[in-house]
């Protein structure tokens, strides 16, 4: 079964400080794809950033970059320079076949 | 230009009542969603089709009856609304590309409110 496991069901950080977001995943696929999306309080679901399985370098999007460790099927997400916009609920996602999504993180950025 | 567009963006409506939401996307995908969120917001998967035929459907009432014309839309209609389906519910898309999902594209959202 593919799963996909988030572990902090909330988090918090001042602003301008860097925080990780974990995310573990469970598959026997050798190719997908790994994604972050995050929901602000509006509820519009957006992509934060994607990793290609088969890339070893991690990607990054401005201050959004990932850690991905494929042997030990993980995938976190690190937000540097927090700022208040970034509140959000956060959502790790992997897509094989279908996708799955985590349970999500809950952040807030305290001024 | 939306991407992914749903119509209504919100419903209020009395329990036992059907209702219908509509989804449309331009992207040129082939595969489009229906996602339930409730109030704790777990994003649950409710069904697939790709290319109008339907391959997902999770465990979800039979009052649920989703319908795709054509590759570029995907409505869901509700009969006999229950308390229990108050939600915001997600219209997605995204690509099949060598046996993989892309990335997925959602929709606004549909809050739900049956009173």
């Known amino acids: 079964a593919q799963t996909v496991t988030q572990s902090q069901p909330e988090m918090s950080v001042q602003e301008a400080e860097t925080v990780t977001l974990s995310c573990t995943y469970d598959?026997?696929?050798?190719?997908?794809?790994l994604f972050w999306y995050k929901q602000p309080p509006s509820r519009q679901m957006i992509l934060v950033i994607r990793?290609?399985?088969?890339?070893?370098q991690n990607a990054t999007e401005n201050r959004f970059s990932v850690n991905f460790q494929k042997a030990a099927k993980s995938f976190s997400l690190k937000i540097s320079d927090s700022q208040l916009g970034d509140t959000a609920m956060y959502f790790c996602?992997?897509?094989?076949?279908?996708?799955?999504f985590g349970t999500g993180t809950s952040l807030t950025v305290i001024p | 230009d939306t991407a992914v567009s749903q119509t209504p963006k919100y419903l209020v409506t009395q329990m036992g009542n059907d209702k219908s939401i509509k989804c449309e996307q331009n992207?040129?995908?082939?595969?489009m969603y229906w996602y339930k969120q409730d109030s704790k917001k777990f994003l649950k998967i409710m069904f697939s089709?790709?290319?109008?035929?339907?391959?997902i459907n999770e465990t979800v009432p039979n009052r649920f009856s989703p319908k795709s014309p054509d590759k570029a839309h995907l409505n869901l209609h509700i009969n006999s609304l229950e308390l229990g389906d108050s939600a915001v519910y997600f219209c997605?898309?995204?690509?099949?590309?060598?046996?993989?999902?892309?990335?997925?594209?959602f929709g606004p959202g549909t809050r739900l409110l049956v009173l």
């Open positions: 997605a898309s995204s690509l099949r590309d060598r046996g993989y999902q892309e990335t997925q594209y």
């Open positions: 598959t026997s696929e050798n190719n997908y794809y």
């Open positions: 990793q290609e399985a088969y890339k070893q």
């Open positions: 996602a992997f897509t094989g076949n279908q996708f799955y």
């Open positions: 992207l040129g995908h082939d595969t």
């Open positions: 089709y790709n290319n109008k035929e339907l391959i």
